[in-house]
Each structure stands twice: as structure tokens, then as C-alpha cells.
């Protein structure tokens, strides 16, 4: 059974910056790609950032780049998102997911994502 479980959510002041971490167990992390997703309230959930098996290849959702990188630790089992410059927009509920698909052009998609974390809140007041 995958468990993936975030930390590092919290409360920043627009500027600011956060550090996300979501931790794996259960099957083979380092084979695996890595996303993170978030939802606002009464939005739909959205594609954040995505990387690799081997974080050879990342892909972001326009409205973060420049400011959020996700990275990987396989050895920790780990996968992270910094987000810097952080904006009153960012706010939601950040979650991980883990994807079969090594492939960055299907990482945007949801349905490409079988396992779930519970999610960390976010919050950038402005």
C-alpha cells in the first residue's frame, strides 16, 4: 500500500516562501514520477508541477514558473516543492500524487495519477 503524506503547509505573507515535502512508502519510489497538485476553495483541483523518476524532466503550470521548483530525493523518498515569491493566488490545499507515467507531457493530467496524498494548506495573505 503507497502512503504519501506532506508537510510544510502553513501560513506566509505574499513574497514569502514555503517548502513542501511529501514522503513515500510502500512500492518502489525511484521508479515512480512525482506531482503536485493543488485546490482552492470552490475551484477544481489543478496540475502545479510535475518530475521524473529520476528528476531529469520537470514540468510546471505557467502560473508558477519562474517561482516554485519541484525536486526529488529518491534516496529519502521525498519529493519537494519551494515556492518562492509566493502570491495571495497560491492559496489552497497542496497534495502529491504519484504517476506510472515517466512521460512529461502526460504529468499535467490527473487522471494519469493513482496515488494521493491528504493534502497541506497553504495560505498567502497579502
Known amino acids: 500500500q503507497v502512503q504519501l503524506i506532506e508537510s510544510g503547509g502553513g501560513l506566509a505573507q505574499a513574497g514569502g516562501s514555503l517548502k513542501l515535502s511529501c514522503a513515500a512508502s510502500?512500492?518502489?519510489?525511484?521508479?515512480?514520477?512525482m506531482g503536485w497538485f493543488r485546490q482552492a476553495p470552490g475551484k477544481e483541483r489543478e496540475f502545479v508541477a510535475a518530475?521524473?523518476?529520476?528528476?531529469?524532466?520537470?514540468v510546471y503550470v505557467d502560473s508558477v514558473k519562474g517561482r516554485f521548483t519541484i525536486s526529488r530525493d529518491n534516496a529519502k523518498k521525498t519529493v519537494y516543492l519551494q515556492m518562492n515569491n509566493l502570491k495571495p493566488e497560491d492559496t489552497a490545499v497542496y497534495s502529491c500524487?504519484?504517476?506510472?507515467?515517466?512521460?512529461?507531457?502526460?504529468?499535467?493530467?490527473?487522471?494519469?495519477?493513482?496515488?494521493w496524498g491528504q493534502g497541506t494548506q497553504v495560505t498567502v495573505s497579502s
Open positions: 500524487a504519484q504517476s506510472r507515467f515517466s512521460l512529461t507531457i502526460y504529468l499535467r493530467d490527473i487522471s494519469k495519477y493513482d496515488y
Open positions: 510502500g512500492r518502489t519510489f525511484s521508479t515512480y514520477s
Open positions: 518530475i521524473n523518476w529520476n528528476g531529469g524532466s520537470t
